[in-house]
């Protein structure tokens, strides 16, 4: 057995997870993973038995809905365009190592790989890309400002996700890992039917405001997205 998060919007149309328990299916092959989130739905879907839930990871066994994995899902950037993983790890800033933006040209994969390397060595102290600054808390901020920009970019995607209300990536682990494509999307949902989505992506302080209760000012607001 195996605990996970689902991530869903509720009948007031707020963001909202729920800890699920169900049955886990060991091994690394793409069977085995969507053996396992399927019993995940299942388990939800025993409390919520209404709701649509869809797996937004790469073994998604619906194949559009793989290219919302933050692998798959691009972002057009002022500085050229990028898939979300990448421009996620390229923003990391180190203490020792200092800025990664130097590996925003690499695969996903070993953008990930290498920032997972350093982080076993050396703090994590913030993000910054494109001379944008992005403080560590909250901890998901800069993923889910990045994530949600991409989303909305990709109308096509973006509406036949807004057709779900319940999200979930099998790969991602809270135990270890702290952003999730799953959480992002629920929160997606959660603003456009709250008409608060354009709001919310016109700018940073509007951003922590409407997701994370934060009204600030920190910093002058570069549009990474021009």
Request: proline letters at 3%; hydrophobic letters at 40%.
């Amino acid at each position: 057995m195996a605990e996970r998060f689902v991530y869903y919007v509720d009948e007031k149309d707020n963001f909202c997870k729920k800890k699920v328990t169900f049955k886990w299916y060991s091994g690394f092959a793409t069977v085995q993973k969507q053996k396992s989130f399927h019993e995940l739905h299942k388990a939800f879907l025993e409390e919520f038995p209404t709701y649509k839930v869809l797996e937004v990871s790469s073994v998604s066994n619906i194949d559009w809905a793989q290219k919302v994995s933050a692998f798959n899902l691009k972002v057009k950037t002022s500085k050229g365009t990028y898939s979300v993983e990448q421009v996620f790890q390229a923003g990391k800033v180190f203490e020792e190592a200092g800025s990664q933006e130097k590996i925003l040209h690499l695969s996903p994969k070993l953008a990930q790989a290498i920032t997972r390397k350093l982080v076993k060595n050396d703090n994590l102290k913030g993000f910054m890309i494109f001379g944008e600054i992005f403080p560590l808390e909250p901890k998901t901020l800069f993923y889910n400002w990045i994530y949600l920009h991409a989303l909305h970019q990709n109308e096509l995607l973006a509406n036949k996700v807004a057709e779900y209300a319940a999200f979930t990536d099998i790969y991602f682990n809270p135990e270890k890992q702290i952003n999730c494509q799953a959480e992002a999307c629920a929160i997606y949902v959660s603003l456009t039917r709250r008409k608060l989505l354009d709001e919310a992506l016109s700018n940073i302080d509007n951003f922590k405001r409407i997701i994370y209760g934060i009204p600030t000012n920190d910093y002058e607001q570069i549009d990474l997205f021009k």
